[in-house]
């Protein structure tokens, strides 16, 4: 443990017992004993400093666009709001960009591709923070975060060191990384630095983005980008007018022999190799086939184009919402013996 001095908390950006309704696109109407906004390296020093660092439970939340609060969060929420976008080296063919974790992550991507650096283009119009862009190693459209990371800069909120992981110590997987694993609320990510490319090599094998560009003129990437909200626009609610959290589950992996048992019984089952090599289903599909595709039960239901967005219609519990994807679980577990995992993190 480094020397931290005791910083009473009145020096800090403190709020107690304060709702969350406006930070998770839940929108669960829940509480919080503390929020705690942390805008530089110093703030999370003297957090860890002062008495607030002895209550647990803690967390740390971003944008609250990957999150379930089941009722009131009885400790310690960090809010990492660090601001700060730096290109720290160049050379012929990239650029390394440094960027902090409190920054929006659509702003950053926008930037990225005014500025013609190309890596982020497919992962246009995701919610949330740069800050928690390695946690599940966010991705769509056939690219993933950790194609551009080259490190990400954390402080371990038990020592109050800072460490810097390289893109391997990630351990970046599909929708996973040690941020969300061994390493989850224990590390605040402060800062990444992402390489960037400058001669342009798009990803533009994925069928429905390939598909979309086709109507543009050329394959720039402006045009990427835009394609790519246009697709997300048309599939995905905004939360805004839907409260939700995007998928709520993970597309389940499975080996050869269970694919093998799988197509026994269910011929027409979709399946796919993914960037790792392994075999995924399409979780949408199971839910599809069990009959929950733009199904309701009182204030939640699935989304009526993609049965994998569960949303709340307005004034769902938190509970409410987790009995109702349970409900989809045991259907998918009884139908096909397959155990959807969330992708979303219950709380
Ligand atoms: C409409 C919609 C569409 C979406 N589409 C996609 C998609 O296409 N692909 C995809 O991968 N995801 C998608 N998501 C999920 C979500 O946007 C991403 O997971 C996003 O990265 C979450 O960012 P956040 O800042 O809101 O994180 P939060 O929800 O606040 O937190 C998510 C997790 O990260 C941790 N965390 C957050 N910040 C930090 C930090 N600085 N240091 C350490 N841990 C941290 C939290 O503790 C929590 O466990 C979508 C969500 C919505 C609502």
């Known amino acids: 443990m480094l020397f931290l001095p005791h910083v009473p908390v009145q020096m800090m950006n403190v709020r107690e017992n304060t709702s969350l309704l406006a930070l998770n696109t839940f929108r669960v109407d829940v509480n919080t004993r503390y929020h705690i906004e942390v805008s530089d ?6 957090f860890i400093g002062s008495e607030l660092h002895a209550i647990q439970p803690r967390m740390i939340l971003g944008g609250g666009s990957n999150v379930l609060f089941t009722g009131d969060y009885n400790g310690c929420i960090l809010h990492p709001s660090i601001k700060g976008i730096e290109k720290t080296s160049e050379d012929k063919g990239s650029v390394m960009i440094r960027t902090a974790a409190g920054e929006n992550w659509d702003d950053f991507v926008r930037y990225c591709v005014e500025n013609g650096w190309c890596g ?18 966010i991705g769509a459209y056939g690219s993933e975060v950790r194609d551009s990371i080259e490190t990400v800069e954390a ?3 038990e020592t109050g060191r800072t460490r810097v992981f390289s893109n391997r110590q990630c351990r970046f997987a599909y929708r996973n990384s040690i941020f969300k694993s061994e390493l989850k609320n224990r590390m605040i990510i402060t800062h990444i630095t992402f390489r960037l490319k400058k001669d342009h090599n798009f990803n533009t094998s994925y069928r429905e983005l390939n598909k979309e560009l086709s109507l543009y003129p050329e394959t720039n990437l402006g045009n990427i980008r835009d394609a790519v909200i246009t697709i997300r626009k048309r599939k995905l609610p905004e939360v805004e007018a839907l409260a939700n959290a995007g998928s709520f589950f993970k597309n389940p992996l499975v080996d ?38 733009d199904r309701r039960i009182r204030n939640v239901g699935t989304y009526k184009l993609q049965p994998l967005v569960i949303v709340n219609y307005g004034g769902a519990s938190g509970s409410e919402i987790l009995e109702f994807t349970q409900k989809i679980q045991r259907s998918v577990q009884d139908h096909f013996d397959i155990v959807l995992e969330t992708e979303v993190n219950i709380i």
């Open 41 to 46: 390296v110093q703030d999370i020093r003297n």
């Open 155 to 157: 402080i371990d909120l």
């Open 256 to 293: 050869q022999t269970g694919l093998d048992s799988l197509k026994r019984s269910h011929p027409e089952i979709p399946f796919f190799k993914d960037a790792y090599g392994s075999i995924k289903l399409s979780a949408a599909w199971l839910i599809e086939r069990c009959g929950w595709k």
């Open 120 to 137: 982020l283009e497919n992962l246009s119009n995701i919610p949330g923070t740069v800050g928690a862009s390695p946690v599940q190693n």
